[in-house]
């Protein structure tokens, strides 16, 4: 498969009822939606406090479920593959949750554990058509989706803000993931049509017009994944508060690159520290060029935070530095960079929309790996659904 098209969120919900009925032998009461994004610029700094520019992708996780009259939760999960997966565990009601196996559960058990109010058993489906492993959040976009379906089943209402930094906290309490809010907060807040400009200091956050009938965002899936220690991440996270604290900020939000050159600190750390400062004002300059639709300059700036990612933060691998490699030598192509966590995943191209069938076909004969290319069109945010 070299083209990810997503089924959309009546296919889905109608999966996911499908298979409720035939595994619980009765109807759903409650359904939420919640899509995966991908990160236009400003990666590696909402951990930071920086600013973050992600939209919200047109693949979703449905949840389906109601209550089952029992202390017990059970959830079946379908993967995007088609693989089926199953768990149950004690609900919120009878006893405290705590993280365990399988490790996929620890996603939906954080939720149900910082859910404001204590939940009743039930059961419930979840289905999703969000790529796993490809950077684009399946993860938030789980964790959103069934935190959605909890405020439809228990008919309360949470603060779409206070909601991302509770799925937030499920994701740091129970996968044990320290990731910053930028994920949860697209996914709570998305727009068609908009990307969401992000201060991860203050939640504030602003929809930056994102329209453009001859411009497209092309996402490409290198099909990798590089195999971590999984202390990757928390180790970056934890160089760049060393640098923050040796300047005395909270944050490298408060730091200059006048600041940096204070730092007495290993090269290492400073070349994080560099990057972060330097991609936070790269992320405010490209929401201001998006909206005057100065597509040059945007893409100018994806191939300087690809660069600074790969040289400075060491988070990209051969496989994305290659597809950047491709696209930079087409025609057509304003801009690319990886986007997401990095080491795997994909990268993110702004092109022509004329030029999208031949950079296709030019990735497929120059690229060493498999991709798996889809259009990015911006899109709404979680949801409640209706089932008929």
Known sequence: MSEAVPKGEEVLLKEAVSKFVSTYNRKPLAAAAAPGRVNLIGEHVDYCEGFVLPVALPFFTVVVGAYNSTDECMVLSILASGQEVQTSFSSTESSSLQPGEPGWANYVKGVLANFPEKVKGLDAVIVSDVPMGSGVSSSASLEVAFFTFLEDLTKITV???????????AEHDFPGMPCGIMDQFIVTLGKKDHALLIDCRSLESKQVPMKCSDVVLLVVNSSVKHQLTGSEYPQRRAQCQ???DELGKPSLRSATI???????????VLKRAKHVVEEIT???????????????EVGRLFYQSHESLSKLMEVSCPELDQLVDIMRSSDGVFGARMTGGGFGGCVIALIKKECLASLKSK?????????????????DGARILKIG
């Open 159 to 169: 603060d779409p803000v206070k909601k991302a930094q509770l799925c937030q906290k």
């Open 258 to 268: 006048q600041d940096l050159s204070k730092l007495k600190c290993e090269e290492l």
């Open 282 to 296: 790269r992320t405010e300059l490209v929401a201001q060029l998006l909206e005057r639709k100065d597509y040059k």
């Open 242 to 244: 060393q640098a923050a």
């Open 363 to 379: 990735v497929r004969s120059e690229y060493k790996g498999n991709p798996v290319f889809f259009e990015c069109e911006p899109s």
